[in-house]
């Protein structure tokens, strides 16, 4: 399996729900990423977990919470969004630190009401 | 701190012909460079990558890059352009101080036309 996978593919929630994303890869990478993207703009990083352990937070506001349950999964927990979190949300993974790419995953389309 | 710089929003190029999509970058010490490319609502894939050695990198689908440590720059290039290469392309730099960071250019837009 060579692929990193992403459900939902769409997602609408209301500024008071609870829902979360989830990321999955199967190749036996360590390292992990969400990412934030707005319309014809480049992904914003927003956390990187190594060896399942958080190692970069880009100062995202606490209303996204991410989990590493596992080395294969990755989850994003989302409570209280605000319209203007409605992005299309990038996981991506690679083995680890190093000179490797990233494996992008196809995105969950977040729509916030 | 490093960055990426890709100029032009948009490249519009004839089927058939050379395209070049242009990449800049600025960083301490020594540059691991990437493009990738993403079609409408999809995630990103891989294309190609510099990390050292020959500075002329071939990649996925006939693409190719030339890495140019005097002018910093990274372009893309293909000999010759498919419709289906349309889409968007991003330059990223991972190096400096952030080895686990991506930094990524603005995008290119790239509009193959018949």
């Known amino acids: 399996d060579t692929e990193v996978t992403q459900t939902p593919k769409h997602l609408v929630m209301g500024m008071t729900n609870k829902k979360s994303l989830k990321c999955e890869q199967h190749?036996?990478?360590?390292?992990m990423y969400w990412y934030k993207q707005k319309a014809k703009k480049p992904p914003e990083l927003m956390f990187v977990y190594s060896y399942e352990k958080l190692s970069i937070n880009e100062s995202v506001p606490s209303r996204f919470s991410p989990e590493c349950p596992n080395s294969s999964l990755l989850n994003l927990h989302l409570h209280a969004l605000q319209p203007e979190d409605s992005a299309l949300y990038l996981c991506a993974s690679r083995p680890g630190q190093g000179t490797n790419e990233q494996f992008f995953g196809p995105g969950t389309r977040l729509t916030v009401l | 701190a490093q960055s990426v710089a890709q100029p032009e929003d948009q490249v519009n190029v004839a089927e058939g012909n050379p395209l070049t999509v242009k990449c800049t970058y600025s960083v301490s010490g020594n540059p691991y460079l990437f493009w990738y490319v993403q079609y409408p609502n999809r995630g990103l894939q891989f294309l190609l990558k510099y990390i050292t050695g020959d500075n002329l990198v071939k990649g996925s689908y006939g693409f190719e890059a030339e890495f140019n440590k005097s002018q910093t720059s990274f372009h893309l290039k293909k000999p010759s352009a498919l419709v289906s290469d349309s889409a968007l392309y991003f330059c990223a730099l991972e190096g400096g101080t952030g080895f686990q960071k991506l930094v990524f250019g603005t995008g290119t837009r790239l509009l193959v036309s018949p």
């Open positions: 190749m036996g990478h360590r390292a």
